[in-house]
């Protein structure tokens, strides 16, 4: 009897060890599917959530399954400040400032919709049934909008700017891996191009990304060796209104590229401000049009000046007026035959330290423009504080004077105003007769444009000086 006792005894410690094992191993299955599937710090499900998710999507999407008209769509959502935050406040910070803006984000896990993690940076939102583009436009912008509003964090005020790629689902996708990269091409053209928060991804966008990163790579080799012959300058005439005589040029770059023959300025020049190649690039613009300004001189033309468009990125650097006086120094030109021109942009940025370095500029004898006038915010008022020599009226203006009636155009009084300040005026890109005649009448002191001459090679353009000379 007492054997037998001891006999149940024993099973029974048996079964409760092997149920406490089989709980023991469930939940540390549980724990691994939970590691496995979502992720540690938000507990959203994680890339390879969505991933299943979009394989039985698709796999719907092809099959006879799938209701009429239900159309399905993913959109990424690029924290493209994510990495700054982190650097600046720290990663405890950045934890806390995710884990609050994904507490927004679930105000859009809603009915119809799924929200994943794909990366520390990047969440996607699952559409399962929308009707048309302008639903899933309305949803990016709500997205964008809610993550434009402050976020505190333990009382750090930042708020995160979130770039959203868009693609429709359609039976064409293969498997998840294509849906991911297709995703990513869209998010890299937001950020390439910085022109829009959120857009939808087309088969056009990889062959413009790849002409970008061909245009940059050559901009590159250029830079390193600049004997290839890329990039070069062109010159633009600058008359004297009064004497009808040539008193400068504007150095003006210009792109042949291998790959794709001529590249607008526009085009070339913002991938170099996206690639970090700005500055490279605008010095040695600076140093050719230096030397061509000695070449003028040595053509006996010692009184004639070049000016030179500086970029917002460049004159940012620490050692800009160093590095524009050495250039000087190095060709050997007088400072006074140089002009730099600067946007309304610079001078709205920092204002103190603009009038500082433009101050030092013009104590070296280098004239200082303002260049498309108009464009920004600058005011009457604060032209008359600031160190500048000079303003050009942007082409933006001088169309007017053919489309509009003499008493809607402000030119006249912008060119009163300016020489009440001391300001020489100048107008770009005058094309009309009209145009011209109505300047000249206003009392504008210099004209550039395609009316006179475009932009020359250095050859040209002394050939062009030389025939208006005589």
């Not at 969505?50 to 239900?70: F, I, V, Y």
């Amino acid at each position: 009897m007492q054997a037998s006792l001891l006999g149940l005894f024993a099973l029974s410690v048996f079964f409760i060890g092997l149920i406490h094992i089989v709980m023991m191993n469930y939940r540390r299955n549980k724990e691994l599917m939970k590691l496995a599937y979502y992720n540690s710090l938000t507990g959203l499900p994680n890339k390879a959530n969505l991933e299943q998710a979009l394989t039985n999507e698709l796999r719907e999407l092809s099959s006879d399954k799938q209701p009429d008209g239900k159309k399905k769509a993913v959109l990424a959502i690029h924290c493209s400040n994510l990495s700054a935050i982190n650097s600046t406040y720290g990663f405890h910070i950045g934890d806390q400032v995710l884990l609050e803006f994904v507490q927004r984000l679930q105000n859009f896990n809603q009915a119809g919709t799924e929200l994943f993690q794909f990366a520390t940076h990047r969440f996607v939102l699952l559409v399962k049934d929308y009707q048309s583009t302008t639903e899933l436009e309305t949803l990016a912008q709500q997205v964008i909008k809610a993550s434009d509003q402050p976020l505190d964090t333990v009382g750090v005020s930042q708020h995160m700017i979130v770039k959203i790629g868009i693609l429709e689902l359609t039976s064409s996708h293969d498997n998840a891996d294509e849906v991911f990269t297709q995703l990513s091409i869209a998010i890299d053209y937001i950020e390439r191009t910085d022109r829009e928060r959120y857009a939808f991804f087309d088969s056009d966008m990889k062959a413009r990304l790849e002409r970008q990163e061909v245009i940059g790579r050559e901009l590159r080799d250029f830079l390193t060796h600049t004997g290839s012959g890329i990039l070069h300058l062109a010159y633009q005439p600058q008359v004297d209104l009064k004497h009808n005589r040539i008193i400068g040029f504007e150095a003006l770059a210009r792109m042949r590229s291998p790959s794709f023959g001529t590249v607008p300025p526009t085009e070339f020049i913002s991938i170099a401000e996206r690639q970090n190649l700005i500055v490279p690039l605008g010095y040695w613009v600076l140093e050719t049009a230096c030397q061509f300004a000695c070449r003028l001189v040595g053509e006996g033309y010692p009184d004639l000046t070049v000016a030179v468009n500086i970029s917002g990125i460049q004159f940012a650097q620490a050692d800009f007026v160093e590095r524009v006086i050495e250039i000087v120094d190095q060709t050997g030109i007088s400072p006074k035959n140089l002009e730099l021109e600067i946007t309304e942009s610079i001078l709205i940025e920092g204002l103190a330290d603009t009038q500082e370095r433009l101050v030092e500029l013009r104590r070296a004898g280098i004239t200082i423009a303002v260049d498309d006038f108009g464009t920004g915010y600058s005011s009457f008022s604060r032209l008359g504080d600031l160190p500048i020599d000079a303003i050009k009226i942007d082409k933006h203006f001088i169309d007017r004077i053919l489309k509009e009636k003499d008493q809607k155009l402000i030119i006249r009084e912008i060119i009163a105003m300016c020489h009440k300040l001391g300001l020489i005026v100048v107008a770009e890109g005058v094309e009309q007769e009209k145009q011209l005649e109505y300047l000249r009448e206003s009392g504008c002191d210099i004209m550039q444009g395609y009316l006179f001459s475009k932009a020359l090679p250095n050859g040209a353009a002394i050939g062009k000086l030389k025939e208006y000379d005589s």
